[in-house]
C-alpha cells in the first residue's frame, strides 16, 4: 500500500469527490493537515463542514476567505507543521459575485449583473451552481499560486455527473439559445419593450407573460441584456478549469464508504471521470468497520464467560451471550466490507486504495484529523 502523500506528490490542486456523507470533508481536510505537517503551505477549501469541526479549525464565521490555521491549536493537539494549514469556506453567493466582478468588461456592467432582481435567485439557486463555483474558486486560488496545494472538498451531489458538467449547465443557461430567440425583440426593443407586447408577432412574451407577469419578463431580459458579451469570458474561463483539472498537476481522490450501494455509486463515478479523462489518483474506503475476531480472542459463550473471569468482570446475567453476539455480528460486518473493499480493488485494479477504520469519534479537530492521516499514510 502506497502513502496517499505519495501518489499525490507534486499535485497543486486534490479534488475529493464522493457520494454524500461518506467523509470528503474529513479526507479533504486531513490531506491538508498532511501537507502542512510536511512543510508545505496548503489551503483546505471546504463546502458546509460540520459546525464543530469548523468551529475547531477556527472557522466560525468566514466565507470565502483563506484563515490559517492558528499554530497554538497545532501545539494543542501535540502537532508541529513545518508547513502552514490554511481554510476556507466557499461562499457560494460571493465567490459569483467576484466572478462577475473579474469577468464584466466595465464596472457599470458588473454594477447590472448584481444589482439585477434575478441574478441573486439564479446565481444560487441554479443546479450545479455550487459545485461551478467551488470549480471556479479553486481555479483562481490556484492561479494566483499562493498555495503549494489547494485541496477542495466537494458537495454532497447525488450525481457524479453533475459536478463534472457543472459549468456546462451553467453555461448552457447563460447562453441559452432559446431564450435568446424568445426575449430577442424585447432584447432588441430595450426600454420600449412593452410596446412590442401589443405587436402581433409577440404572440409567445404575451402568452409568456401571462403566466410569469411581464415584471418577470421584464427582468429576465434586463438579466440577459447585462450579461451581454460575458458568455465568452464564462466559457473561457470553465474551458481552463476544465484543462487545469484534466492535468498531472491536479489529482482526484475518491471516496467512498465499504458498503455496496456507495462502492457502486464510486464505481459508477469513476467511470464519469474516466470519460473526461480524468484519472482516479487513489481512493479511499473511509469508515471501515475493524474485524474484532481479527485477533483472535473468545469466540464462544463458554470461552466468553472465562475471559471475563478472568478479567474480573462481574457477568450476573447474559453479558457474556450479549458480548458473543455483538462481536459476532460486528465480524460479520466487517467480513461483508471486506469482500466489497475485495470487489473495489479487482474492479480499480491499477488504482491506489486507502484504508481508513471507523474511528470510535467522529473526527472534529486536528487530533482527529491527524488520526485519520496515519491511515492515509497507508498504516
Ligand atoms: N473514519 C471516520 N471515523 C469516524 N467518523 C468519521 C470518519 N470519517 C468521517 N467521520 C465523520 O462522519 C461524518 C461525515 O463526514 P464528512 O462530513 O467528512 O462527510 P462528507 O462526505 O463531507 O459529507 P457531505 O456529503 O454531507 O458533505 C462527520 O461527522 C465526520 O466527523
Ligand atoms: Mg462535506
Known amino acids: 500500500m502506497r502513502p496517499l502523500a505519495q501518489v499525490l506528490e507534486g499535485r497543486k490542486v486534490i479534488c475529493c469527490v464522493g457520494s454524500g456523507g461518506v467523509g470528503k470533508t474529513t479526507v479533504a481536510a486531513a490531506l491538508a493537515l498532511s501537507a502542512a505537517i510536511e512543510g508545505k503551505r496548503a489551503l483546505v477549501l471546504t463546502i458546509d463542514p460540520a459546525r464543530r469541526l469548523a468551529n475547531s479549525l477556527g472557522l466560525k464565521e468566514l466565507g470565502n476567505q483563506e484563515t490559517r490555521i492558528a499554530p497554538e491549536l497545532f501545539a494543542q493537539a501535540g502537532l508541529h507543521p513545518r508547513g502552514e494549514m490554511w481554510a476556507m469556506m466557499l461562499d457560494l453567493k460571493l465567490t459569483w459575485d467576484e466572478l462577475v466582478e473579474r469577468q464584466a468588461r466595465s464596472p457599470e456592467q458588473a454594477r447590472a449583473i448584481l444589482t439585477n432582481k434575478l441574478y441573486q435567485t439564479l446565481s444560487t439557486a441554479m443546479a450545479g451552481s455550487?459545485?461551478?463555483?467551488?470549480?471556479?474558486?479553486?481555479?483562481?486560488?490556484?492561479?494566483?499560486?499562493?498555495?503549494?496545494?489547494?485541496?477542495?472538498?466537494?458537495?454532497?451531489?447525488?450525481?457524479?455527473?453533475?459536478?463534472?458538467?457543472?459549468?456546462?449547465?451553467?453555461?448552457?443557461?447563460?447562453?441559452?439559445?432559446?431564450?435568446?430567440?424568445?426575449?430577442?425583440?424585447?432584447?432588441r426593443a430595450g426600454k420600449l419593450w412593452f410596446k412590442l407586447l401589443a405587436?402581433?408577432?409577440a404572440m409567445v412574451l404575451r402568452t409568456l407573460a401571462r403566466f410569469t407577469g411581464t415584471d418577470f419578463l421584464r427582468d429576465l431580459a434586463d438579466f440577459m441584456i447585462a450579461f451581454e458579451g460575458m458568455y465568452e469570458g464564462f466559457k473561457e474561463r470553465a474551458a481552463r478549469v476544465k484543462a487545469l483539472l484534466t492535468s498531472p498537476e491536479a489529482g482526484f481522490v475518491l471516496v467512498t464508504a465499504p458498503n455496496p450501494l456507495t462502492i457502486q455509486e464510486a464505481l459508477f463515478f469513476h467511470q464519469a471521470l474516466r470519460e473526461d479523462r480524468i484519472a482516479t489518483a487513489a481512493v479511499v474506503v473511509n469508515r471501515v468497520q475493524r474485524d474484532p475476531r481479527r485477533h483472535g480472542g473468545p469466540d464462544n459463550v463458554a470461552a466468553m464467560r472465562e475471559a471475563l473471569m478472568l478479567a474480573q468482570i462481574k457477568d450476573s446475567g447474559d453479558l457474556a451471550e450479549r458480548l458473543c453476539t455483538t462481536l459476532t455480528e460486528q465480524s460479520m460486518l466487517a467480513d461483508l466490507e471486506r469482500r466489497e473493499v475485495e470487489r473495489l480493488s479487482r474492479t480499480l485494479s491499477g488504482v491506489p486504495l486507502l484504508i481508513v477504520p471507523r474511528l470510535r469519534k467522529d473526527v472534529h479537530d486536528l487530533s482527529g484529523l491527524w488520526q485519520i492521516d496515519q491511515f492515509l499514510g497507508g498504516q
Do not use: Q
Open 199 to 201: 405587436a402581433p408577432s
Open 130 to 187: 455550487l459545485e461551478y463555483m467551488a470549480m471556479e474558486k479553486v481555479y483562481e486560488v490556484h492561479t494566483a499560486r499562493r498555495f503549494d496545494v489547494v485541496v477542495l472538498d466537494t458537495p454532497p451531489t447525488t450525481n457524479a455527473l453533475d459536478f463534472l458538467h457543472a459549468s456546462d449547465r451553467i453555461l448552457d443557461v447563460l447562453d441559452n439559445d432559446a431564450m435568446r430567440i424568445i426575449l430577442g425583440p424585447m432584447l
